[in-house]
C-alpha cells in the first residue's frame, strides 16, 4: 500500500501565476482533504471532497479551488498567487473522515 | 467553530525523561480527538485517536493521552524519551468533516 501520494514535492511559482497540485489517496480511501500549512503554524483546513464534490470549505478565498476524479484522487488549484500562498500543501485521505492519512506535502514557494 | 490550544510551542526533555505535550479543546459537543507527529520535511502522521471510547488512549511508540472533559483536555505522554521522538507534534479535535489543529508543540531531546 503506497499510501497518500503527493506531487510535487517542491514548486517554485511567481506572484499571479498558477498552480495544480495533485493527490492520489491511500487505497480503499473515497474522501481527499486539503491544508495549508505555514511555517511555524499547524495545518488549516482548505476544503474537502467526497463523491467528486466539495463538501466543506474552510475559511480560503475563491482562488482556491479543487477537483476529485472518479478514481478518487484529486487536485488543489491555486490562482493570481501571493506572496502568502508560500506554504506546505498537504492532502489528506479517509474513509469516513475521522481518520485522516497525511501524504509529505507539497512545499509551494511564490516569489 | 473549535479550537485547539497547544500550551508550549517549544518542550526540552533528557533522554529517558517523561514527555508531556499539552493540549486543550473547545467544543459544545464531545468530540474526536487526535495527535499528529511531523517530522522534518514530512506530512502528518497519527500517532493517535480518541473517539469516545476509553478515556485513556495508547498509540504508536510508547505515547498515550487521556481525556479528561471536565478539564476539556487531551494531554500526550510518554513515560521515557528517546532521540527518536525529537519532532513537531500537533493535537487535533473534530466534531463532523473539519479538522482544527493547534500551532504545534516542537519536542527536544536531549542527550
Known amino acids: 500500500d503506497a499510501g497518500v501520494t503527493q506531487s510535487p514535492t517542491h514548486l517554485i511559482k511567481t506572484r499571479g501565476q498558477q498552480v495544480t497540485l495533485r493527490c492520489s489517496p491511500k487505497?480503499?480511501?473515497?474522501?481527499v482533504s486539503w491544508y495549508q500549512q505555514a511555517l511555524g503554524q499547524g495545518p488549516q483546513f482548505i476544503f474537502q471532497?467526497?463523491?467528486?464534490?466539495?463538501?466543506q470549505r474552510g475559511n480560503f478565498p475563491d482562488r482556491f479551488s479543487g477537483h476529485q476524479f472518479p478514481n478518487y484522487s484529486s487536485e488543489l488549484n491555486v490562482n493570481a498567487l501571493l506572496l502568502g500562498d508560500s506554504a506546505l500543501y498537504l492532502c489528506?485521505?479517509?474513509?469516513?473522515?475521522?481518520?485522516?492519512?497525511f501524504g509529505p506535502g507539497t512545499r509551494l514557494t511564490v516569489t | 467553530a473549535q479550537s485547539v490550544t497547544q500550551l508550549g510551542s517549544h518542550v526540552s526533555v533528557s533522554e529517558g525523561a517523561l514527555v508531556l505535550l499539552r493540549c486543550n479543546y473547545s467544543?459544545?459537543?464531545?468530540?474526536?480527538l487526535f495527535w499528529y507527529v511531523q517530522y522534518p520535511n514530512q506530512g502528518l502522521q497519527l500517532l493517535l485517536k480518541?473517539?469516545?471510547?476509553?478515556?485513556l488512549v495508547k498509540g504508536i511508540n510508547g505515547f498515550e493521552a487521556e481525556f479528561k472533559k471536565s478539564e476539556t483536555s487531551f494531554h500526550l505522554t510518554k513515560p521515557s524519551a528517546h532521540m527518536s521522538d525529537a519532532a513537531e507534534y500537533f493535537c487535533?479535535?473534530?466534531?463532523?468533516?473539519?479538522?482544527?489543529f493547534g500551532t504545534g508543540t516542537s519536542l527536544t531531546v536531549i542527550p
Open positions: 489528506a485521505s479517509s474513509f469516513d473522515s475521522y481518520e485522516q492519512y
Open positions: 487505497s480503499g480511501h473515497d474522501t
Open positions: 471532497y467526497y463523491e467528486e464534490e466539495e463538501r
Open positions: 467544543s459544545s459537543v464531545p468530540p474526536y
Open positions: 480518541y473517539t469516545s471510547a476509553a478515556t
Open positions: 487535533a479535535v473534530s466534531e463532523s468533516i473539519q479538522f482544527y
